[in-house]
């Protein structure tokens, strides 16, 4: 089973509020990834990270931040929520299997911006 | 540019077999995923294709035709537990980018 953690799991929180989406993995994985996903809607890449001090936009504009200072540990920074960010955001890692890189997902916060 | 196309909804009965297909244009293939996506919850691996053909693993089964930009995920003896988001997913050259589809919700019926 994965071990992947993402926190808070639900937010509600007023607009121009800056806000941090937690993501921890224990499994050493070097690459990481955040998503954007709305209810029936494909996943959208907004950051990766290849590994420490490494990362980069995805390919969904996206006013959010990343850092990565730990292996470990991925947060998701919005200087100033608004409404248009009320969607779901998965975190997920991934290692190299032979010949694919499995994603492994955190179970996800939904952010509502009222 | 890339495309993933996937029906957006099944239905089927339980016990019965569904097929749901997934057709992509992209730049760069490296292989095809299936994960499946409960309502409200995280994506889970399911299957991974790279080479053409069928895979197999208990009661689900993936195929790939890479010239044909087409993939299917096969369910046998569906059981209401079944009943999800199956999401086509185009792995990159490079492997750690991947690129979703949309989604199946399929709905099991008793």
């Known amino acids: 089973e994965a071990d992947i953690y993402q926190t808070p799991r639900y937010l509600v929180i007023g607009t121009g509020k800056k806000i941090t989406l937690e993501c921890s993995q224990t499994?050493?994985?070097?690459?990481m990834y955040w998503y954007q996903q709305d209810p029936g809607m494909e996943l959208h890449l907004i950051h990766y990270?290849?590994?420490?001090?490494?990362?980069e936009k995805g390919d969904l504009s996206s006013e959010s931040t990343v850092s990565r200072i730990r292996t470990e540990h991925f947060p998701l920074t919005l200087e100033s929520a608004r409404p248009s960010h009320t969607s779901q955001y998965l975190c997920?890692?991934?290692?190299?299997?032979?010949?694919?890189?499995?994603?492994?997902f955190g179970p996800g916060t939904r952010l509502t911006v009222t | 540019g890339q495309n993933i196309d996937q029906p957006t909804e099944m239905t089927a009965t339980e016990g019965a077999i569904v097929q749901i297909n997934c057709t992509y244009q992209?730049?760069?293939?490296?292989?095809l995923f299936w994960y499946q996506q409960h309502a409200g919850e995280a994506p889970t691996f399911l299957s991974y294709?790279?080479?053409?053909g069928l895979e197999e693993k208990g009661r689900f089964s993936s195929f790939l035709s890479r010239s044909k930009g087409y993939s299917y995920l096969l369910l046998k003896e569906l059981q209401m537990k079944d009943s999800a988001s199956y999401l086509c997913?185009?792995?990159?050259?490079?492997?750690?980018?991947?690129?979703f589809g949309a989604g199946t919700r399929l709905f099991v019926k008793a």
């Open positions: 997920a890692s991934s290692e190299k299997l032979r010949d694919r890189y499995e994603q492994y």
């Open positions: 499994m050493g994985h070097d690459k």
């Open positions: 990270s290849y590994g420490v001090n490494s990362t």
């Open positions: 992209t730049s760069g293939f490296n292989g």
């Open positions: 294709n790279v080479l053409d």
């Open positions: 997913a185009v792995s990159h050259t490079g492997g750690f980018k991947t690129i």
